[in-house]
C-alpha cells in the first residue's frame, strides 16, 4: 500500500529553520520524482523542490539559497530543509511522488512562520 508520510512541521519565529521529512513506501522510490509543495491560505498550490531520480534539483526562485532538498534511495525518504524561514512561508506543505503517470501526495504538515 503506497504511503507518503510527512513530518517536521511546526511553528518557528522569522529567521528559523524547520526540516520536513517524507517517508515512502509502497512504490519503487528510486524511480520516482519526488517533490514538496506548499498551499498557503487563500492561494494556490505552488511547487517548492523537486528532485529527479539522478538527483538533480530545482527550487522556485522565492526559496533558492535558503531551501534545500535531498533525498535517500536507501531509506526511502526525502527531505526539505528549509533555512531563513520567512511570515510568507506560512503553508501546508506536501510531500508528492510522481514517476509516468502516477502522482502521489501526502496528507501535508503545516508550517507556521510568525515574525
Known amino acids: 500500500q503506497l504511503q507518503l508520510v510527512e513530518s517536521g512541521g511546526g511553528s518557528v519565529l522569522a529567521g528559523g529553520s524547520l526540516r520536513l521529512s517524507c517517508a515512502a513506501s509502497g512504490i519503487m522510490f528510486s524511480f520516482y520524482a519526488m517533490g514538496w509543495y506548499r498551499q498557503a491560505p487563500g492561494k494556490q498550490r505552488e511547487l517548492v523542490a523537486v528532485i529527479i531520480r539522478g538527483g538533480s534539483t530545482n527550487y522556485t526562485d522565492s526559496v533558492k539559497g535558503r531551501f534545500t532538498i535531498s533525498r535517500d534511495n536507501a531509506e526511502n525518504t526525502v527531505w526539505l530543509q528549509m533555512n531563513s524561514l520567512k511570515p510568507e512561508n506560512t503553508a501546508v506543505y506536501y510531500c508528492?511522488?510522481?514517476?509516468?503517470?502516477?502522482?502521489?501526495w501526502g496528507q501535508g504538515t503545516q508550517v507556521t512562520v510568525s515574525s
Open positions: 508528492t511522488a510522481r514517476y509516468a503517470l502516477n502522482d502521489y
